[in-house]
């Protein structure tokens, strides 16, 4: 499948399809309803038409896909939810990736948000055009409409089973007026979605003929590596070039910047007409930076010291049933610990990198693996002064992303640098740009309370510290006000568990320079941990199995029918041999409840994982396999998380450089992997992040189950468990 | 700047270069196949594994100047070119790649342990993968279609012999 990027406009969306004579065309409108646009006298360059559907009268079919692709599958997940409703098999279509311009509504592959916010919109549209089909099938035989149904790009007619394909039909169908309500098909008459389906984009990653950000190639392009400041926020005082000029094929250097969403830091770049003379030329350049107090900020200790410190004292309250204070002071039984997180990098395995040219005529072309073509074609031409409709963006494949690329920093500096030069100029990081630089996950506290009457878990404190999001990035966080993001899970509202005597959720913000960002899963992963271990511990307090104290708390049977699940697939009812343990536990988050088990035995001082199996509750889904395989992946990088080095400033300077010293799993070190995905109609929910949360508690849990140490801080040496 | 001739998927290439620049970049910025990836620079992740002379090497750490002269290349492009490699049809059948972006690498490495090793086992797989990281965390998948491409060629074989 080749996924060329779609022109703007529908002359040229049809010119781009190779479309001679007008066919089928169909969009959603700013309220996401189905829209005929054939006959429209407005090309639908403006921006309320999305335009996502085109039959052709030789009935070659072609769907736009406005969610770029990470690995997570939107490629194939997006259009199959057109194809099933429009009864067409999805091998046969040609996908289109979107490039930004606002007609295709949002198009940012975040927050697990591709399948929920589309499932009905694009649905509906797929079927609204099956009906017309339908119609225009039924006038041409002059039978009533049920007497017709749709199948693979044909429509047949039941007595004598004629058949017309959809091309055939277009052109009476695109006269025709759209249905305002088509009928969806219900669970057990889908063919695709909640199948497991072979993604026909994959054959291309196993050849090497899949095009990612790194391997675009424009014509005349210059490459360029930029030198960074050691401590990020340094100023830049002056630069001394003669050692990088001498470089063969170092064309400039120059003075950089790199615009990070709140604030613009000083950089130098080489530009060179090849990626390796710029890198050696930026190695030997040599910079000159003011670092005045950042040795002070930039420092883990310094920051982490301020969350515990924080950990002492009350937080701005985010919600409260009952008196919590009053009845913990009271309570006899209960327990009063600190949970930690450390900072993490993404490390996709494709480093940042963006090719840009702004042309001399005021033009610019964009290249570069994103995750928001949308965001980024507003945030550039705000950058670059550069009207939305003179620039154009290819979206190209992403070789992971995690959060990262959603960040667009890494692509202004290539609009930045090609606007000097006025030629295509490639950026490419390299690894140690990348983990040096950040953004990264902010690393936090949680601070946790409760207490157990009676073998049962009945209050219970969440006091959550740290960095926000919100507040250091988008500079949209009072003071005086608790982090909305940590909602969620964390919410007294939304938790799963209900605690009778009292339940508490508390927020402080402690700031740091160290730039955060979003990463998979964003601040689930932090706080999945302190609320599943510490409730292993409460459990544990009560005299309860951690299964069975959790069964107590939990009214809803959605959740139950996870745990349940995950129970019986694990066999939890059997005795694990001596010297094994496991661990449990459940978190919600993006719409959907993943529980997680992972057995570990001792190995010398530590533990070696020996298994994990996660139940996924994302209500209906698109393709069984792609659910798996997301949850296989968010299982992987939760043990990471869990038990690789994280993110570490000393004195303004970032400890980890490359995977030498920020190292991620390996295969040697997989478990082995189960996933079951549970079957319901619930609404979808998201697929990408969900599984990662419970990952590391489970770990945490299951190596109190083995070796009785209770780790309380991230990340743990699983080659000795006591080590500090 | 120096001349080079180097022979890559059994064909030559003559190109000018400097002598220190990677063979990772020669590949994919002189010769035009960017199939192989650049992840790391310092043998750690081998997104840039290719075949020398049948040997998986992380092309990173190869210098131009330093490429024997009896050097034949493999890189992805160049597996599987006429029908797929057992180890891709395996890799398809169930599904491995996530982003993709590790599996050229992957794939290199996985050939040469067949060839190696043509039924591996976990222990083989774990040893002959360990330098190849995978972020989207396809490692289950990996190992399952080492299996299932052993047991692939295998079949061939033995039908053949029939
Ligand atoms: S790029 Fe060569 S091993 Fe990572
Ligand atoms: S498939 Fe994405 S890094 Fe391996």
């Avoid at chain 1, 070659?60 to 406005?66: K, L, Q």
């Avoid at chain 1, 349940?564 to 066999?571: G, H, I, R, S």
């Avoid at chain 1, 994990?612 to 043990?639: F, H, P, S």
């Avoid at chain 2, 890799?91 to 067949?114: F, H, K, R, T």
């Amino acid at each position: 499948m080749s996924v060329p990027t779609i022109k703007t406009g529908r002359r040229d969306f049809l010119k781009t399809s190779g479309l001679a004579t007008l066919g089928l065309l169909i969009g959603l409108d700013a309220e996401a309803k189905p829209k005929n646009l054939s006959r429209s006298k407005a090309i639908p360059s403006d921006i309320e038409i999305n335009t996502f559907i085109l039959i052709r009268p030789d009935n070659s079919i072609t769907i736009i896909n406005p969610r770029p692709c990470m690995g997570q599958g939107t490629i194939q997940s997006v259009p199959a939810m057109i194809a099933e409703e429009l009864e067409i098999d999805l091998a046969s279509v040609k996908i289109i990736q979107s490039d930004g311009k606002r007609k295709y509504g949002a198009q940012t592959s975040g927050g697990s948000t591709s399948i929920r916010n589309l499932w009905l919109p694009l649905r509906k549209a797929g079927a609204a055009t099956k009906e017309m089909l339908v119609r225009a099938a039924a006038n041409r035989w002059n039978i009533a409409i049920d007497l017709c149904y749709a199948s693979n790009a044909k429509v047949f007619r039941k007595d004598t089973n004629a058949s017309l394909t959809y091309g055939e039909l277009v052109e009476d169908a695109s006269k025709l007026d759209m249905p305002t309500e088509p009928i969806l098909k219900k669970k057990h008459e889908f063919k695709i979605l909640g199948k497991t389906t072979k993604r026909s984009d994959l054959a291309e990653r196993t050849t090497g003929k899949a095009v990612y950000g790194l391997d675009v190639e424009v014509p005349g392009m210059v490459y360029a590596c930029i030198l960074h400041s050691p401590m990020i926020f340094g100023k830049l005082i002056s630069f001394d070039d003669s050692e990088t000029k001498k470089i063969p094929g170092v064309l400039h250097v120059l003075r950089c910047e790199r615009a990070m969403i709140y604030r613009t830091t000083d950089s130098v770049a080489v530009i060179a007409s090849n990626w390796w003379a710029a890198k050696k030329g930026r190695d030997v350049l040599k910079a000159t930076w003011d670092h005045s107090g950042l040795d002070k900020t930039l420092h883990n200790e310094e920051y982490f010291g301020r969350c515990y410190k924080a950990a002492q004292s009350e937080g701005i309250r985010f919600e409260e049933s009952n008196d919590f204070s009053a009845k913990f002071n009271a309570a006899t039984q209960k327990l009063d610990v600190s949970y930690e997180t450390p900072f993490l990098s993404h490390v996709p395995t494709e480093p940042e990198n963006a090719t840009a040219h702004v042309k001399p005529d005021g033009t610019v072309e964009l290249w570069a693996p994103l995750q928001g073509p949308g965001e980024t074609l507003e945030e550039v031409s705000k950058y670059l002064g550069i009207p939305t409709v003179k620039i154009k963006i290819h979206v190209v494949l992403m070789g992971g992303s995690f959060g990262r690329k959603a960040y667009m920093d890494f692509i202004k500096e290539a609009c930045f640098l090609s606007n000097k030069i006025k030629l295509p100029v490639k950026v490419i990081w390299t690894r140690e740009d990348h983990i040096r630089q950040g953004p990264y996950r902010p690393g936090m506290v949680s601070h946790m309370q409760g207490f157990v009457e009676e073998g049962k878990i009945v209050g219970y404190h969440h006091h959550v510290i740290g960095e926000s999001i919100l507040g250091q990035v988008f500079q949209g966080l009072e003071d005086d006000q608790p982090e909305p993001w940590i909602g969620g899970e964390a919410s007294v509202q939304t938790n799963k568990y209900r605690f009778k005597e009292a339940h508490k959720v508390s927020w402080t913000n402690v700031k740091t320079e160290i730039p955060i960002m979003w990463w998979r899963s964003v601040n689930a992963s932090n706080l999945g941990w302190g609320q599943e271990c510490f409730i292993d511990e409460l459990a544990h307090l009560a005299g309860k199995d951690p299964l069975q104290a959790r069964m107590e708390i939990i009214e809803d049977e959605r959740f139950r029918k996870v745990l349940n699940t995950l129970a019986e697939k694990t066999n939890y009812d059997q005795k694990l041999p001596e010297g094994s343990g496991r661990g449990i536990a459940i978190v919600n988050s993006f719409g959907s409840t993943v529980a997680c088990s992972i057995t570990v035995s001792k190995f010398g001082t530590g533990v070696k994982i020996d298994k994990a199996v996660a139940v996924i509750d994302c209500g209906m889904y698109v393709n069984a396999d792609t659910v798996k395989a997301q949850t296989e992946g968010n299982i992987i990088m939760g043990i990471t998380a869990a038990i690789k080095p994280g993110i570490v400033f000393k004195n303004g300077v970032c400890q980890q450089s490359n995977y030498d010293n920020y190292p991620i799993m390996r295969i040697s070190e997989a478990p082995e992997i189960e996933v079951f995905v549970m079957e319901n109609e619930e609404a979808p929910g998201g697929v990408g992040e969900a599984g990662l949360p419970p990952v590391a508690p489970a770990l945490g849990n299951a190596i109190f189950a083995a070796t009785g140490v209770r780790v309380r801080k991230l990340p743990v040496n699983i080659g000795d468990v006591n080590s500090r | 700047m120096a001349s080079y001739k180097i022979n890559v998927n059994q064909k030559v290439y003559n190109l000018k270069a400097d002598p220190d620049v990677p063979l990772v970049w020669i590949l994919r910025d002189y010769v035009g196949l960017k199939g192989t990836k650049f992840g790391c620079g310092i043998a750690t992740c081998g997104a840039c594994t290719v075949h020398l002379n049948g040997k998986p090497v992380r092309s990173c750490q190869l210098r131009i100047s330093a490429v024997p002269a009896n050097a034949e290349f493999t890189t992805i492009e160049g597996i599987g070119e006429k029908s797929l490699h057992a180890i891709q049809r395996a890799w398809n059948e169930l599904q491995v790649p996530q982003c993709g972006y590790c599996q050229s690498g992957q794939i290199m490495s996985a050939v040469a342990l067949l060839k190696k090793s043509p039924d591996p086992s976990d222990e083989e797989i774990d040893a002959a993968m360990n330098g190849n990281l995978c972020r989207c965390g396809t490692y289950d998948r990996i190992r399952k279609a080492i299996h299932l491409a052993a047991k692939l060629e295998n079949n061939l074989q033995s039908s053949i012999k029939k």
